[in-house]
């Protein structure tokens, strides 16, 4: 009577055990992500220019569909704030930046486009590189900062979704494969003198 009444208690503790053994098996499950390595802004003359170096793979799927010709879009987004205790922040500068990365298969090209400037590569991981360091990004014009002051400067990198074509967002939202984004990158940014 006794083996009986422990006979399921028994059970259920084996189906805990092996649930556990499972999921520690696997790992944690995460989404792809970017990492923001570092960040700065240098005078450029004007103002001033964002320098920065951003880290991440493409997973299997996304590296697959620029193969078969569908464009990536990377798009690095900057902002400037500054804190007033009597209102809202102030916000001077919110700018964002997207780069185009496809594949040629005529060619067997992948190529790295933003703006009118456009880049040819034998390789994905040369490509990549290029997207991976964003440099002398003009962000910030001498006249949208207060010499003395100090801001915060916050950048970050996403794969644009909404800059595909239409019939691949709806895939896009429902795929996580598709998620590949870092988180804001937050720096001060103190004005010593106006940009020359």
């Known amino acids: 009577m006794i083996i009986k009444r422990f006979l399921p208690l028994r059970l259920v503790a084996a189906l805990w055990i092996a649930l556990a053994l499972c999921l520690t098996a696997a790992g944690p499950a995460r989404a792809e992500s970017i990492a923001v390595q570092r960040a ?16 991440f793979e493409l997973n299997s799927n996304l590296e697959d569909a620029v193969n078969k010709g569908i464009p990536l879009y990377f798009t690095t987004d900057f902002e400037l704030s500054r804190p007033r205790w009597y209102w809202f922040d102030e916000q001077p500068v ?40 964003v440099t002398s990004w003009h962000v910030i014009d001498r006249n949208q900062v207060h010499p003395g002051e100090t801001y915060t400067a916050s950048v970050r990198m996403q794969l644009d979704i909404a800059l595909m074509p239409k019939p691949f967002q709806i895939d896009a939202v429902n795929n996580r494969d598709w998620n590949l984004a870092s988180d804001w990158k937050r720096f001060t940014f103190t004005v010593t003198e106006r940009a020359k």
Do not use: C, M
């Open 40 to 55: 700065s802004l240098q005078s450029d003359g004007s103002g001033w220019a964002l320098d920065a170096r951003f880290e």
């Open 94 to 133: 919110s700018v964002s930046q997207s780069i185009r990365l496809s594949f040629q298969p005529l060619t067997r090209e992948y190529r790295v486009s933003t703006g009118g400037l456009q880049l040819g590569f034998a390789s994905l991981n040369e490509a990549l590189a290029v997207i991976k360091h």
